[in-house]
């Protein structure tokens, strides 16, 4: 004989948790309408439930955002691995590009410079007896020569001053039909009187093996000079005019100074030749001492 079936009290289990559920959801439809109405009936009387709700996951949240930033740093720095040979390749050539274009631009500043110079010159000296380009030098003796491509046939004459746009060369020394020989300022035998630019301080530029310039003082005493000061023609002696540039100290010594030429011919392209300043100056120098000037003198 079967056992008795106990179906009837599963079957009552399971309503009482279908009614429960309802009972459950039902309350929580009423608490949520109740805090509904409460929210736009007064606003201000759940704010101290949603503080604590947002502290409660603030944590959650902030941890979430520590993992996005790191996500996206971790991916940023591979791609930048992988990008870094291209940007270095590009910012090489960018720097050989501004190398460039900074020599162009220094050597386009010279040029004006010398241009200017040149506009100068020829603006102060209105009759310029020649220009030529300079197309060699001497630089390892203690003679100091150069050559000019310009000559008697363009009425160059010795003694003449041979000034660049930075200033005094030296003077001619001889001349063939289209060539000359140049006397350089820092040749042993070429003596130059020169003057401070700033006052009338004046002194002897002589040349010196090594290429620089010695300057002597004509008066004796305290050593006015300083380094920087920059030099220039007296126009005594009548053959080279005033105010040519000729150099600026370097050091200063016990009777004058080293002077560093302005106008090194190394670097010199082309050269204006200048009449004698006062041509008195050549009929002294081509009178030998003792005999008498020429008659009407």
Known sequence: MAPPSNRSGSNRKAQMGVFTGYLIAGAG???????????????????????????ATSSVGEAGASARTGGKDFFAAIAGYYRAGSRNAELGREVQIARVKLAEAEAIKQENRRLKAALGLAVEDAEP??????????????????????????????????VSPMGLVGRILETGRHSARV??????????????????????????????????????????????????????????RPNIPVGVVEEVTRDGAIARLLSNPAATDFV?????????????????PGEPDAPGE
């Open 272 to 288: 204006t030749i200048e009449p004698v300043w006062q041509s008195r100056a050549l009929e002294l120098l081509r009178t030998p």
């Open 129 to 162: 007896v020649a220009r030529g380009r300079l197309i060699g030098s001497t630089s390892s003796s203690a003679r100091r020569f150069a050559y000019i491509s310009a000559g008697s046939a363009d009425g160059v004459r010795p003694e003449m001053p041979v």
């Open 29 to 55: 439809a009423l608490i949520g309408a109740a805090l509904l109405v409460i929210s736009l009936w007064q606003p201000q009387a759940l704010a101290g439930l949603r503080a604590m709700a947002t502290d």
């Open 183 to 240: 006397m350089l300022l820092t040749d042993s035998e070429s003596m130059v009187p020169v003057r401070r630019v700033k006052d009338d301080v004046v002194a002897f530029a002589e040349g010196r093996p090594d290429g620089s310039l010695r300057l002597r003082l004509i008066n004796l005493g305290i050593n006015p000079l300083k380094k920087g000061d920059v030099f220039v023609t007296s126009g005594a002696g009548g053959l080279f």
